[in-house]
């Protein structure tokens, strides 16, 4: 595989052909296999998809969802310059691509810094910001739906594993996941990440920077609102004793994301994400992707229940839901 991807890089000419090349895997993700690639002083990333994802369950997934994640940076990248790595080069019968290395130390993931505590609500309401005018501008761009008409791939990689699924493990709530998934998959109003989470997001100097957008799709931007505000949620529930910090976050990225919303009713979509949290808060408990860092049994009956309940008796909205973290010991 080391020399498919040296090959592939000098059809890019970005490696000489008497240069060596040092590659050097990363960690974090489970859908590709990252890695550094090190050319004398130059140093930058490159991503091939799997089409077997790194986790327990069965979960594959097609790999041309590499070319969607280069096409997604390129797309964002002229809108909103510097919100996502620059991408250097792409082979696509490789299913590779190559894009700029932004290091730790520059550019920390902003999942460490919550789970170390470290909570700023105004980099929150960037990150907010900033994907709200992803959505704007990619729904007011004729060009996108046709170039992001990717449901077969969003059905595989998030419908399916994180609804579809998480209905067969509680067969009574089996119809209200499968209403959920259909309205995501029959919405289509803006270009979707897909996976706006914290373990993809950097914090950098000027703001966030995007990463690992394979999943990116022409629908329903609530999904990728709930995506991220889920993340808040399950940080305020593994901090519960302290989650005020957590639910600022939560409040400010929703806040400063609908001042954006011009493309559609702002209180339809938002009750859209605020229907889809509790599904996607169950997903991450017994779904195909289940969230490490819960591993207190108390944490996640707590979050078990919580969730069933919303989605048994529908109706909380986003402004709503912070309360119930809130008040748990109370």
Known sequence: MTEAVIDALRRLHLVGDDEAVRLVPL????????????????????????PQLKVAADWR????????????????????????????????????????YLPEDTHPVWKRQLLDGVVDPGFAAQVG??????HQLSAADAGIPAQFDNGDLFEAL??????????????????????????VATTRKALMHGDVSP??????????????????????????????????????TLFHRAPAPYLAAYTAIAEAYLA????????????RCADLLPALLLARIDGKSPVEYLADTADR???????RRLLIEPGATLSDLPAFWSQRHV
């Open 260 to 271: 954006e919303v011009d493309w559609e009713d702002r209180a339809a979509l938002a009750q």
């Open 129 to 134: 910001t900033a994907l709200g005018r992803i």
């Open 61 to 100: 997934a097609p790999v041309e969802r590499n070319a969607v994640e280069a096409d997604y940076l390129r797309v964002v990248a002229a809108w909103q310059p510097g919100l996502v790595p620059e991408v250097l080069g792409e082979d696509r019968q490789a299913g590779l691509f190559a894009m700029a």
């Open 199 to 236: 373990k993809n997001i950097l914090v950098g100097p000027s703001g966030p920077v995007l990463l690992d957008a394979e999943c990116g799709c022409f629908g329903d931007p609530a999904f990728d609102l709930a995506f991220l505000l889920n993340h808040l949620l399950l940080k305020a």
């Open 301 to 307: 009956d707590w979050l078990r229940q919580l969730a």
């Open 158 to 183: 998030r419908l399916d594993p994180y609804l579809r699924a998480t209905g067969k493990v509680h067969p009574d709530l089996a119809p209200a996941f499968e209403a959920l998934a259909e309205r």
């Open 27 to 50: 960690v974090g993700g489970v859908s590709s296999d990252i890695m550094l690639a090190e050319v004398g002083e130059r140093r930058f990333c490159v991503k091939r998809a799997l």
